[in-house]
């Protein structure tokens, strides 16, 4: 055997090119957010090199920084209420739908099911130039900004609780509600004391994907925006490439980031406790169908 | 899952009650569906084969299918079919499957690293792979364009690693720069669901490979790839479906170049900055008729793959 | 499962006949404030007392400087509320259809004027509220999109012309070319822009080819304007921005189609640190082929708060406001006091840049947009298509 040939033969030697791969993936998928929290710290007014470290863009620059811009922080906030409110009302929808779904034979499921999955299917901007068309043309009498953000958002989330609900309400089977039923118990408190703890986890995984997808949105909460009091961060972002922009484009960007990590991480600490069974490719297999 | 001690045989077959009920449940969603989902698109096609307030220039949708007219549709297909706009959407598919190509050629095999030979290290990497879902899109391309400003990092490097000699300036309009940027943008969206079916490959089929004799090679390219081929087109689709539509990665990118213009782009034109919104919902329900296969091949797998668990 | 499959389309097609049926009813519970459709003649009484406010204003992003606003806030004891646009035409689509509930136009452009007041969007002004509606330059006073100057008052003015890096390219070469100088640009290919705007973008290519009826519907003069900006994608690489007013001064354009009141902008507020204003330069064409433009504000016809709305138009035209506002702005207040030599005296504008404050001959004079019909509108937009599509 030559050397070029025991490389190749060797299982260990294989998985060293692929290991290589991987991990220069990671590092060009993550560094280049590194290097934009990095720029955020800039003392000077620089987006592509390094200056002497400072918060000037945090709060330091008295109109710029996100702490006193009007317009960076109320993106912020609006970012925020959007999300929250929206994984408030997605995820039970979701829930529910689910456990609905899941029940329900017949055609009418099988149709609700379709209608259901097409959202996932459908690309952002169909998304945004219907939600667009039917608040301005047909339920007028909405507000526009929030509330029309909102309600694009959910229906855009709304499929994405459903299946990953969906996949955990299959692992789990129906034996322990059945259980729950012969020890006497009603449909429903079977429901509510057996089944829903044992989503618990599924659920928190949901809040977290509408959360993270709702933040990211960008496409429809610019065609539903009605102004600068109405523009969410991924907006802010965009637009910054017009208005001369600092690096107080990459604080705003750190903040939210920084908000997302510290929801995941408690979402999962969370998880961790609740979860009582379960492997990681079923509930994978969840969000991924 | 162990089951409680009394053991009943249990006449359904294990499945739940075959109950109407539980449709209730469903049908605040299909409800909320219907009203913020079908009918806007539904508003779509009304706007579409509808007229224009020829003062204000506001659409006037034509709600009766019976009163449609389909010229704008007739007008804007003349142009795709052998006019300036298929030269759009040839550009549009062309970048997509180059960005595809870019997301398997990268993506594959870290997603087989990780599913299949990373014992130690998987849980690390898993989170590291998921970590970029929790980073804003837009975040990662302001990352991305900090670093190809002319005199940002990937300049300095290139220069550097003396594969370049003077700085390119990469901001200025050319395809390479958005084919980057969307296979950046996208491979986290295609690595996870691929991830998941190679790792549900069952292992003793490749052992039973490799038993009989195959190297290694061999074994990946007989029985590892086939069995992961319906794995990589549900991620394929997954990927390219949001990237027909993806209109702010490239204008982000190029600042307004219209030699990288995508069938989005236009479609933003057309609703946002003129005085047809008709032709813009028109070319909506072009692009969604292009994307009709996909999207049909899309939910029909999904839901094949969902009536086979719970069956 | 084929019954099932035509069970669920028979369904569908139900449920769409239903919903065709359906959404009429759906449209009519809508809200009614927007705009009826037919021209405002009554303006508001004289003498009311102004309202409690918020005000609510329309604006392009950055269009006006957030002091002079917080001082009105403070005169009037009233908040302000600032929604920002992108487009003239987002505007008008918001305003139709009563997405936007706003008291202020703060930037109409004089192609949609005319449609705002047919469509009945906008209201006749009432002039007792206004106190210095005499520094209005005199030329506005009869502007041909607004007979009467009945409905608006102007904000600001500007020309189109080339900006350019004085220290790259020499400004004799510019002045020798005009317009060619961007088709010449092969020099800096990547660092070349147009304007994000067909009529800007036409009339250039039409003035380069000696045509000055900027306003043809004639295709064949469009379809050659066309032809002559597709030669820029190959050229030069053109990028399509509005974004000159800080390019140029960054460095990362070198010449741009771009308005006048870009490099006054930009010299004020997006040099880098330690670099002379002496590195912009602006040509335009002679008067009678420069094309000046002006944005002007008006009250809307629904407006909550019609007499602040008056108040506030006043108080911008106020000469030491609009200097304020635009030493931060940088685009030109029409007003007669803001000259040239005042505003280059007073140290807002440097001297190299004389060029990007039109003359009283430039107003008169000047080339000017006209509103097109929508034949018109859709001839243009269906060639910026073609050309944004990549030719």
Redesign the interface.
């Known amino acids: 055997m030559t050397s070029r040939r025991r490389l190749?033969?060797n299982?260990h030697g294989?998985?060293r090119w692929?290991?290589l791969?991987?991990w220069l993936?990671?590092m060009?998928?993550?560094l280049?957010?590194l290097?934009?929290v990095r720029?955020s710290l800039n003392s000077g007014?620089s987006?592509?090199?390094f200056q002497a470290p400072s918060f000037r863009w945090y709060w330091g620059d008295p109109t710029s920084s996100v702490w006193h811009d009007d317009s960076l922080h109320s993106a912020l906030w609006n970012t925020l209420r959007l999300a929250g409110l929206c994984m408030v009302i997605a995820t039970p929808?979701?829930v529910?739908?689910a456990?609905?779904?899941?029940?329900?034979?017949?055609?009418?499921?099988?149709?609700?099911?379709?209608?259901?999955?097409?959202?996932?299917?459908?690309?952002?901007?169909?998304?945004g130039?219907?939600?667009?068309?039917?608040?301005?043309?047909?339920?007028?009498?909405l507000p526009?900004g929030l509330t029309t953000q909102l309600?694009?958002h959910?229906?855009f989330t709304?499929s994405f609780v459903?299946v990953i609900i969906?996949?955990r309400l299959?692992a789990i089977?129906?034996?322990f509600?059945?259980?729950a039923r012969?020890l006497g118990a009603s449909?429903f408190q079977a429901l509510r004391l057996v089944l829903l703890p044992m989503l618990g986890p599924a659920i928190f995984a949901s809040l977290m994907v509408v959360f993270?997808t709702s933040?990211?949105d960008?496409?429809i909460s610019s065609f539903l925006s009605?102004?600068?009091?109405t523009e969410t961060?991924?907006i802010k972002?965009?637009?910054?490439?017009?208005?001369?922009s600092t690096p107080a484009?990459?604080a705003l960007?750190t903040v939210?980031?920084l908000v997302?990590?510290l929801a995941?991480v408690f979402a999962s600490l969370v998880m961790r406790r609740m979860r009582a069974?379960g492997d990681?490719?079923a509930s994978?297999?969840g969000?991924?169908? | 899952?162990s089951?409680?001690g009394?053991v009943?045989i249990?006449p359904t077959g294990?499945?739940?009650?075959?109950?109407?009920?539980?449709?209730?449940?469903?049908?605040?969603?299909?409800g909320?569906?219907?009203a913020?989902?079908?009918?806007?698109?539904y508003?779509?096609m009304?706007?579409a084969f509808g007229s224009v307030d020829p003062i204000l220039r506001?659409?006037q949708?034509a709600w009766n299918p019976l009163a449609w007219d389909f010229s704008a549709m007739r007008s804007l297909l003349d142009r795709v079919f052998g006019g300036d706009l298929g030269k759009v959407f040839v550009r549009t598919f062309a970048f997509v499957f180059l960005a595809l190509a870019g997301c398997i050629a990268?993506g594959y095999?870290?997603a087989?690293?990780?599913a299949r030979?990373?014992a130690r290290s998987r849980g690390m990497?898993?989170a590291?792979?998921v970590?970029?879902?929790?980073?804003?899109?837009?975040?990662?391309?302001?990352?991305?364009?900090?670093?190809l400003?002319?005199?940002?990092?990937v300049n300095q490097v290139l220069q550097w690693l003396q594969v370049m000699d003077a700085p390119r300036n990469w901001l200025d309009g050319d395809w390479p720069t958005v084919v980057i940027g969307l296979v950046?943008g996208y491979?986290?969206f295609f690595i996870?669901?691929l991830?998941?079916a190679l790792?549900?490959i069952d292992g003793r089929l490749i052992e039973a490979g490799r038993d009989l004799g195959a190297?290694?090679?061999r074994t990946f390219v007989h029985i590892t790839l086939p069995l992961s081929v319906p794995g990589l087109l549900?991620a394929s689709?997954?990927t390219i479906?949001?990237m027909?539509?993806?209109?702010?990665t490239n204008s982000?990118l190029t600042?307004g170049s219209p030699r990288t213009e995508m069938v989005?782009n236009q479609?933003?034109f057309f609703?946002r900055g003129s005085s047809q919104?008709q032709t813009?919902?028109s070319l909506?329900l072009v692009?969604?008729v292009f994307?009709f296969a996909?999207?049909v091949y899309?939910?029909r797998t999904?839901?094949k793959?969902?009536r086979e668990?719970?069956r | 499962m084929r019954t099932?499959r035509r069970?669920?389309l028979a369904?569908?097609a139900q449920l769409g006949v239903l919903l065709g049926a359906g959404?009429p009813l759906?449209?009519a519970?809508?809200?009614d404030d927007?705009a009826s459709g037919s021209q405002r003649t009554e303006p508001i009484a004289d003498g009311l007392e102004p309202e409690k406010g918020p005000l609510r204003i329309?604006n392009y992003?950055?269009y006006v400087n957030p002091d002079v606003v917080a001082d009105f806030e403070n005169k009037y004891g009233v908040k302000v509320?600032?929604?920002?646009?992108d487009t003239d035409t987002e505007a008008v689509?918001?305003l139709a259809?009563?997405?936007?509930k706003v008291d202020v136009h703060h930037s109409m452009s004089s192609t949609s004027i005319g449609n705002l007041i047919q469509g009945g969007l906008i209201q006749p002004l009432n002039g007792t509220y206004f106190t210095n509606r005499g520094n209005v330059l005199a030329a506005f006073d009869d502007p041909w999109y607004d007979p009467g100057a009945v409905y608006s008052v102007p904000y600001t003015f500007f020309g189109t012309g080339i900006g350019y890096r004085a220290d790259r390219i020499d400004p004799a070469e510019v002045e020798a070319q005009g317009w060619d100088t961007v088709w010449n640009a092969t020099a800096f290919k990547g660092q070349v822009s147009i304007l994000d705007d067909e009529r800007e973008a036409f009339t250039m290519a039409m003035l380069r080819a000696g045509v000055t009826d900027i306003n043809t519907l004639d295709q064949a003069i469009i379809d050659q304007a066309l032809a002559d900006v597709i030669e820029l994608i190959d050229l030069v690489n053109v990028k399509v921005?509005?974004?000159g007013y800080?390019d140029i001064p960054e460095g990362t354009t070198t010449i741009a189609h771009t308005w006048s009141a870009d490099l006054i902008a930009g010299a004020a507020?997006?040099l880098?640190e330690g670099t002379s204003t002496d590195v912009l330069g602006f040509w335009h064409p002679p008067s009678e082929q420069y094309v000046v433009n002006n944005d002007s504000m008006g009250v809307l016809a629904n407006a909550e708060n019609p007499v602040l709305a008056h108040l506030y138009i006043d108080y911008l035209l106020d000469n030491a406001v609009a200097e304020k506002n635009f030493s931060w702005v940088g685009y030109l207040p029409a007003l007669a006091k803001l000259d040239a030599d005042f505003v280059i005296g007073a140290g807002y504008v440097p001297e190299n840049l004389r060029s990007c404050v039109p003359t009283n001959d430039d107003i008169g004079n000047g080339l000017k947009f006209k509103a097109l019909g929508p034949e018109g509108d859709a001839q243009y937009e269906a060639a910026w298509s073609k050309f944004t599509a990549g030719g």
């Not at chain 1, 099988?110 to 259901?116: E, K, P, S």
């Not at chain 2, 499945?15 to 605040?28: D, E, H, I, N, V």
């Not at chain 3, 259809?97 to 936007?100: D, R």
Request: glycine content about 8%.
């Open positions: 190749f033969r299982r294989r998985a692929l290991a791969i991987t993936y990671v060009w998928s993550l280049p957010v290097v934009a720029i007014k987006r592509s090199t929808l979701g529910a739908m456990i609905g779904l899941q029940r329900w034979r017949g055609r009418l499921s099988r149709g609700a099911n379709t209608l259901m999955l097409v959202p996932i299917v459908t690309p952002e901007i169909v998304f130039v219907a939600l667009f068309i039917v608040f301005t043309q047909v339920y007028t009498g526009g309600l694009g959910v229906t709304m459903v969906r996949g299959t089977g129906s034996q509600e059945e259980a012969d449909r993270a933040v990211d960008f496409v009605t102004g600068a009091s961060v991924p972002i965009y637009s910054g490439a017009r208005a001369g484009l990459n960007a939210m980031l997302t990590l995941v069974h990681t490719s994978l297999s969000i991924t169908v | 899952m089951s409680t009394a009943q249990d294990g499945r739940p009650p075959r109950t109407t009920a539980w449709a209730g449940f469903a049908l605040p969603g299909v909320w569906l219907i913020f989902f079908v009918v806007p698109v508003a779509v009304a706007v506001t659409p949708p990268i095999p870290v087989y690293f990780v030979k990373a990497l898993l590291l792979l970590l970029p879902f929790w980073i804003s899109y837009l975040m990662r391309m302001l990352a991305w364009t900090n670093l400003q002319q005199d940002g990092y950046y491979v986290p996870l669901p991830y998941a790792e549900r190297s290694a090679f549900a689709v997954i479906l949001p027909f539509g993806d209109y702010y982000y600042s989005g479609i933003e609703l919104p813009g919902a909506v692009l969604m994307l996909l999207m899309y939910l999904t839901m793959a969902q668990s719970e | 099932s069970q669920f369904r569908s959404i759906l449209n519970c809508g809200s927007a329309i992003a950055d509320e600032i929604s920002t646009i689509a918001k259809s009563g997405a936007l921005n509005i974004e800080k507020s997006y880098p």
